[in-house]
């Protein structure tokens, strides 16, 4: 499981806390705070946005979240403001609504929760769906415009991680704040699409590996590698705990000069600690192929409720 639900167009759609979103309604201005909030319905032909020509994204009035595109702007003649679909499914969900004594289909903002209107099967083709919204609802950035950050996607980096079983160091992974995917797999050899009974056998030269997507932001490489280290011990040669053989051998495969740089000061100073009785034998190599695991790998952890060796580090 992800800290993180990460849009297909790369934005940040976990729903937020409850107070987070009393705060941000807090700043509304009193027509929007009906709407949103209270699943008000502006007067037909008042919103302020019905009649935008311009090129851009309509955002949700509470959090930023891009929710429409000029692109999918029609005049639907209701009063409203009308698209034919979303600018990413994912940030828009459908409640089943049954005021008014009828049954139609609400649209919220998928992170916050904002009341943005209704959508009906009567719209244009291809979607054949009118998204029909209420401007007070919407917040509208012009294109070219500077977003604020709540309304840009991720900018997310990636890290890779060895340190024995990767079924115990995705799971913890995963849990880390800003952590947007753990994913099982195999790097550093030199057989393409290994498979887990290959790499079982040592002859590959992979090693049981973890991809780790993230918010730096949120959470930084150094936070990272403090917990990679935490998780497992560095100090034991190809093996960890009961498993033993190259392929769980620790490493860390750095994706730029950045990240090695980090990662040498980091080993370096947990040398110079006397933490370990042991010399670190950690390998440092720069990130070749990453292969995904097979599908019964990922996941395992909080699949099978198995035990594993690896230590939560946070």
Known sequence: MSSIKLSASGYDVTPLPREKVVALAARLDAESYRVTQKAGTEPPFCGTLLDNKKEGI?????????????????DSGTGWPSFSREFDPAHVARRRDTSHGMVRTEIVCARCGAHLGHVFDDGPRPTRERHCLNSASLVFFEKGAELP??????????????????????????????VVEAVSGYMQGHVERPTYKQVCTGTTGHAETVKVVFDPARISYRRLLEAFFAMHDPTQLNRQGPDVGTQYRSGIWYVDDEQRRQAEEYIRELSASGRYSRPIVTQLEPARTFWPAEDYHQDYIATTGAACHVANPW
Not at 59 to 64: H, K, L, M, Q, S
Not at 151 to 172: D, K, N, Q, V
């Open 58 to 74: 309509y955002a949700c009035v509470v959090c930023g979240l891009p929710l429409f595109s000029s692109e999918y702007k029609f």
């Open 149 to 178: 950050p709540e309304s840009r996607p991720l900018r997310l980096e990636t890290a890779y991680f060895a340190g024995g079983c990767f079924w115990g160091i995705e799971h913890y992974f995963q849990q880390g704040p800003g």
